[in-house]
Structure formats: structure tokens, C-alpha cells
């Protein structure tokens, strides 16, 4: 079977409402990063030199990053070799197989490790101003929908705001929100939020920190501090560590991923604001340069906008009158 084939197959077995959010939330992206391929191929006879380095130059704009466009410019020219691709209509299904494999890699698996009969634990970190907070609110949101119990901890206890930015979510999806004073230590607002999510049986806590970048070092400290108190009280706690991203920061939401990994060890990454930029492409490159799952994707502002990461589906939302024409 075809990868055109395969994954309108695979699509077709999806609700409706996925596929529409993904297509309706990338549509700045689709617009000029399809749009762009779909130019150059009609543009050229056959695939040659020059046609590479125009693609090259579509994916970096796309922020796909130039290491992650290196490589992936390379498996094309290999591929093209291999099966004796001289037309560039032909190598269009190879672009989009190729994009979803670096997406699909070490089997692609985006669920969330949500533990059975046992409380969750959810660290979500991430610089000032990424949405966040949003981000914590619409996940507890979903958690609720499914019938789980959620409790929330304000352990972003530096930021002006940030405590009853997080009470109002709390009051808006209907889940208790365990706080200190804003200055308080943020390890000591997370141990108490375990100790009262597990009075109230709580199947999942999710729990908010600062993201002051600027003061790196010890925010740094303060995150591997949290942890161990988390550790200390839950084993094998966090479950997950989440790390939040704007998109439409491009490059620098990249930056910002390699520094945290480097300090909390990032399980998955909430890329927000996806349906707000045209370069989608960053997705690949946190994908493919981290080897850290996106897990969840922001495609807009209602609460239901927050939506499982899907790489057949985001590859599809991208290139889907060009799958329908081909399939």
C-alpha cells in the first residue's frame, strides 16, 4: 500500500472533528509550507540540484531547522537515487513519507503515561508568556471530560498573577487548586498539593512552576529541587514532565527545549499556538534534533483546541489536497 494510500486509510477511520481541527489549525502553515512544495514541483521538469536546494530553502523557512533540512534533504537526494525518481510529481509522495517518519520515530507513541488505580503526577515547565498556565488548564479540562478527579498546584509562585490566573482555571473546569502566598517556596506548594490530591483521591495532579529564563541557573535549581521533592513523595514520580513551547517563537522555542532537558528531562513537549503561525515546520525539528515526543498540539483558543499529537494527521492536515488528488 502506498504511504498516500495508507494514511487516507488511516484518516478516514479518525472522527471528523480531529481531522477538521488539525486541518483548520495548521491552515497558516498548509498555506505557505504546501502551498511552496506543491510551486516548486510544478515549476520543475525534473528533479535535479537546483530542485533540492529550492526545497532546502521552503523547509528552513518553514523552520524546520537547517540540521533537521540537512538530513532530510540528504534521505530525498538517497531516495530520488534509489528509485530512479526523475520526475518531480513523483517525489511528492516521498516528501511527505520522509516528513512523517522523522515525526513517526521510535514508533511515534504520543499518549500521555497516565498511571492506572494510582495518582498521576504531571510537571509542566516552560518559560514566561507560552502559555502555560492555558495549556495546564485546558489538559485538567480533558481530564475532567474523561471522569478523572484533577487537582492543581500553583507552584508558579513568583510570577504576578500567575497563582489566581490559575485559580480562574481552576474555577472554569471545576478542579481544586492547592496554593501558597505568591514568594512562597514552590517545593513546599507542590508537596502540599500531593499531600491533599491524595486526601481527595485525586487520579491526576498537575502541577505549575515559574519560568523566569533570564535567571536560568537558578530557575534550574528550583525545578531539580521540585523534582526531588515530587520523587521523594510519589515513586517514580513525575510521570510526566511537560515541557510548554510557543510555536510561533520558531527557533527559539528550540533553544529553550535543549535548556530544560537539560534540567528536568522532558518526556513531552505542549507545542501551543500552532494555528497562529505559518511555521509549523518546528515540530519536525523538535522531533527530529530532541528526540522528545510533541505530545500535545494548541490549535486554537477553545478548550477542546488542545489536541493529542498526531504525526499522520499533522503530515496529512499539511498535505491533504495533495493526498486526496493522489490517493
Not at 226 to 244: C, F, G, Q, S, T
Request: glycine fraction near 8%; hydrophobic fraction near 40%.
Amino acid at each position: 500500500m502506498s504511504f498516500f494510500k495508507r494514511i487516507k486509510e488511516k484518516i478516514t477511520k479518525q472522527t471528523d472533528t480531529v481531522t477538521e481541527k488539525f486541518k483548520q489549525g495548521l491552515t497558516k502553515t498548509r498555506q505557505s509550507f504546501s502551498g511552496a512544495v506543491n510551486g516548486l514541483v510544478k515549476r520543475y521538469r525534473k528533479v535535479n540540484e537546483e530542485f533540492f536546494e529550492e526545497l532546502e530553502e521552503i523547509l528552513i523557512s518553514a523552520d524546520v531547522g537547517v540540521v533537521t533540512v540537512m538530513d532530510l534533504i540528504e534521505i530525498l537526494k538517497d531516495e530520488a537515487r534509489e528509485r530512479n525518481i526523475q520526475e518531480p510529481d513523483d517525489l511528492k509522495s516521498v516528501i511527505t513519507e520522509k516528513l512523517a517518519e522523522v515525526l513517526n520515530k521510535d514508533n511515534g507513541d504520543t499518549s500521555l503515561n497516565i498511571q492506572n488505580g494510582e495518582m498521576t503526577i504531571i510537571l509542566v515547565v516552560g518559560v514566561n508568556g507560552v502559555g502555560k498556565t492555558t495549556t495546564i488548564g485546558k489538559l485538567a479540562h480533558r481530564f475532567i471530560n474523561e471522569g478523572k478527579k484533577v487537582v492543581l498546584a500553583a507552584g508558579d509562585t513568583f510570577r504576578a498573577g500567575a497563582i489566581e490566573q490559575l485559580e480562574v482555571w481552576g474555577e472554569r473546569v471545576g478542579a481544586d487548586v492547592i496554593k501558597h502566598q505568591e514568594g512562597s517556596d514552590p517545593a513546599a506548594v507542590i508537596f502540599d498539593a500531593i499531600q491533599s490530591a491524595r486526601s481527595k483521591k485525586a487520579d491526576v495532579l498537575i502541577c505549575d512552576t515559574a519560568g523566569r529564563l533570564q535567571n536560568k541557573v537558578n530557575l534550574m535549581k528550583e525545578l531539580e529541587k521540585v523534582r526531588r521533592v515530587i520523587a521523594r513523595e510519589v515513586p517514580n514520580a513525575p510521570h510526566e514532565v511537560m515541557l510548554v513551547l510557543d510555536a510561533t517563537t520558531g527557533q527559539n522555542a528550540l533553544n529553550q527545549a535543549k535548556v530544560f532537558n537539560e534540567a528536568t528531562n522532558v518526556t513531552g513537549i505542549a507545542l501551543t499556538k500552532l494555528d497562529g503561525t505559518a511555521k509549523g515546520g518546528i515540530v519536525l525539528a523538535i522531533r527530529h534534533e530532541l528526540n522528545i515526543p510533541v505530545k500535545l498540539i494548541g490549535l486554537g483558543e477553545q478548550m477542546e483546541d488542545l489536541q493529542q499529537f498526531d504525526a499522520d494527521t499533522f503530515v496529512y492536515s499539511l498535505f491533504s489536497d495533495l493526498i486526496e488528488e493522489e490517493s
